[in-house]
């Protein structure tokens, strides 16, 4: 949930301007809970988390940042 919401974030929604400081905060967010949950996460959930913040991230640096 907490990646829908920076990637709406990022790219605007439903007419809305995007609004990156918002998705950085939710993108370090979710780089924390990947830093807090190392080791307790199965190999499955653990490789969701790494793409879903590459992705992520790379979606905000091409945004301009």
Do not use: W
Not at 24 to 46: F, M, Q, V
């Amino acid at each position: 949930m907490l990646a829908q919401q920076a990637e709406l974030m990022l790219t605007g929604a439903e007419g809305l301007p995007p609004h990156p400081e918002e998705a950085r905060r939710l993108i370090d967010c979710l780089g924390a809970l990947e830093a807090k949950t190392g080791g307790n996460l199965s190999l499955e959930e653990s490789q969701i988390l790494t793409n879903v913040l590459y992705q992520l991230r790379s979606a905000f640096v091409q945004g301009g940042r």
